[in-house]
């Protein structure tokens, strides 16, 4: 070997060495700085307005982060498992509940991908925070973090963190196969609660914002309540078998703008709340109502309530394939199965939980 070619193969090897030793640096450093998903479009004209004072703020602080906007028909999942993919392990959800949903799934998608490349990647791996922009943000009561923008960025400078439960969201066929799986942050429901939720989205994309909707979402789905008939299988064991107007089942203590359908619901505690409304009157149900939001709905004697580790609901025949929502999208129509996973991801808190 001539010392030219020597020189010139020490040189290539060199640069490899280099490409190799800054890609690993910066996946390192990635770690370590957040990724904010933006979606200014979550809440109202003023999101906009509202995500420059969070971004002046969060320089001024001397948070480090990069982001990236999700388009009008939201693109979130997928903004989120690229930033994965670049290496990113803390997330900023910057927009309502349906963004802190998209971005956990989107970390969900890449934890997919990368344990079929043979990854040891976890949940916990990942840590994800909220700046509150939705109409809604009823994932923020269970975490504390405040609904002021510049309260919420400084919780960024110092953050306390906290490890929370993931709920796997699985639509069944008839041999309890997945269909389709989605992954749960606060609430699902089934019934009369996933036709709120389908009935605030349509309002939504149509311009329409505010509390208000969810209030006469309620009162519209409650007013044309369906009994359906159903089966339901807590950690193996059957816990109700009848006619239910609607099902709730919580990690998070709120939904629907306010809601505690699960008002005992921890965030880390391991299990999956649930609260079963039978079928009851018209009347009966006007009565109750006001406890939906005052945290005593649990005081409700005909109520069926639990809390499991793994929850399924059949549906007695296909006329009774009600819809189900998560952190209020809704997925598809029972059978379904909620699982609490054994790994749980880090969350920031404006309080220990």
């Avoid at 059978?335 to 054994?342: K, N, Q, Y």
Wanted: charged share 25%; aromatic share 8%; proline share 3%.
């Amino acid at each position: 070997m001539g010392i030219v070619t020597f020189v010139g193969n020490f040189y290539q090897q060199s640069i490899t060495v280099i490409i190799i030793c800054n890609k690993i640096m910066d996946e390192t450093s990635k770690k370590h700085v957040w990724f904010a998903v933006i979606n200014v479009f979550a809440a109202s004209k003023t999101a906009s307005d509202s995500w420059k004072k969070a971004e002046k703020r969060l320089r001024l602080k001397g948070i480090e982060f990069h982001g990236n906007r999700t388009g009008r028909s939201g693109n979130a999942m997928e903004i989120t498992f690229d930033a994965c993919m670049a290496g990113y392990r803390r997330f900023i959800a910057v927009g309502g509940d349906g963004t802190v949903h998209d971005v956990l799934n989107g970390i969900a998608s890449y934890l997919d991908w990368a344990k079929r490349n043979s990854s040891q990647l976890k949940f916990s791996d990942f840590t994800m925070s909220v700046i509150p922009l939705g109409s809604g943000n009823d994932w923020i009561k269970s975490t504390g973090v405040p609904k002021n923008i510049k309260k919420a960025v400084d919780l960024l400078e110092n953050p306390i963190i906290a490890p929370q439960d993931v709920v796997r969201v699985s639509i069944l066929d008839d041999q309890d196969n997945a269909l389709s799986v989605s992954y749960m942050v606060n609430v699902g429901g089934i019934g009369i609660d996933a036709r709120v939720c389908e009935r605030v989205n349509a309002q939504k994309s149509a311009g329409k914002r505010g509390k208000i909707l969810y209030v006469t979402s309620l009162l519209k789905a409650i007013k044309e309540r369906k009994p359906m008939l159903a089966r339901v299988v807590c950690d193996g064991r059957t816990v109700f078998d009848g006619a239910y107007l609607s099902m709730a089942f919580g990690v998070g203590k709120y939904s629907g703008g306010g809601m505690r359908q699960t008002p005992e619901a921890v965030l880390g505690d391991g299990l999956l709340d649930m609260t079963i409304i039978p079928d009851l009157s018209i009347c009966r149900i006007a009565r109750e109502v006001p406890r939906l939001f005052t945290g005593t709905f649990l005081k409700v004697p005909e109520l069926v309530c639990s809390k499991s580790r793994s929850i399924s609901v059949y549906p007695y025949d296909k006329s009774c394939s009600a819809p189900a929502e998560v952190d209020g999208e809704v997925i598809g129509t029972v059978p379904v199965r909620f699982d609490v996973l054994d790994n749980q991801i880090n969350i920031v808190v404006g309080k220990s939980l």
